[in-house]
T-cell receptor
Framework: DGGITQSPKYLFRKEGQNVTLSCEQNLNHDAMYWYRQDPGQGLRLIYYSQIVNDFQKGDIAEGYSVSREKKESFPLTVTSAQKNPTAFYLC??????????????FGQGTRLTVV | AQSVTQLGSHVSVSEGALVLLRCNYSSSVPPYLFWYVQYPNQGLQLLLKYTTGATLVKGINGFEAEFKKSETSFHLTKPSAHMSDAAEYFCAVSLTGGGNKLTFGTGTQLKVEL
């Protein structure tokens, strides 16, 4: 079945550690996105990529890093510089259109907790 | 810059009653508009979207939304609520030439009571 797979579903991190969240898609989509979800704040864009080997910062990129070495993979690293990393992280993908308006398909999310 | 406002972070309805979830956007150009649903600890699922054409959009699970340019609104409705509709609902917008990025509202938690 086509879709987006995020792993792990739950992740615990000690303060000062970097952790990497995995996101893989087999939808053959060019664009991929990382969102952070906090209660009452909706989804906020961390990073996005529209083509392999290229990515752009979203609204809250500080303390995060990404890579896009393969079309199907877009891992997110939460670094120790991220002051408040506890949140629900969602990965999404879409086709790229010249005019916008493409539906985003979402993974099931990773819940990161700092302990 | 575009933004999305969802009025009411929590909405409660009785089973069988009308569901109305409000969404207003701010944009200097006509946007593309979306409604997504999220069940606990799950990802988001698309309910419906408006791109161009007919302003009344029908989606899955009996939901529909109407794009009203004059009111900059895209409210979500369902004639008769079901217990399975209890979830969080997000309105989102993307702009022409905006790289397909979605900007989300803060969400509305829908509770359906017997």
């Amino acid at each position: 079945d086509g879709g987006i797979t995020q792993s792990p579903k739950y992740l615990f991190r000690k303060e000062g550690q970097n952790v990497t969240l995995s996101c893989e898609q087999n939808l053959n989509h060019d664009a991929m996105y990382w969102y952070r979800q906090d209660p009452g704040q909706g989804l906020r864009l961390i990073y996005y990529s529209q083509i392999v080997n290229d990515f752009q910062k979203g609204d809250i990129a500080e303390g995060y890093s990404v890579s896009r070495e393969k079309k199907e993979s877009f891992p997110l690293t939460v670094t120790s510089a991220q002051k408040n990393p506890t949140a629900f992280y969602l990965c999404a993908s879409s086709i790229v259109t010249g005019t916008g308006g493409a539906e985003a398909f979402f993974g099931q999310g990773t819940r990161l907790t700092v302990v | 810059a575009q933004s999305v406002t969802q009025l009411g972070s929590h909405v409660s309805v009785s089973e069988g009653a009308l569901v109305l979830l409000r969404c207003n956007y701010s944009s200097s150009v006509p946007p593309y508009l979306f409604w997504y649903v999220q069940y606990p600890n799950q990802g988001l699922q698309l309910l419906l979207k408006y791109t161009t054409g007919a302003t009344l959009v029908k989606g899955i699970n009996g939901f529909e939304a109407e794009f009203k340019k004059s009111e900059t609104s895209f409210h979500l409705t369902k004639p008769s609520a079901h217990m399975s509709d209890a979830a969080e609902y997000f309105c989102a917008v993307s702009l022409t030439g905006g790289g397909n990025k979605l900007t989300f509202g803060t969400g509305t938690q829908l509770k359906v009571e017997l």
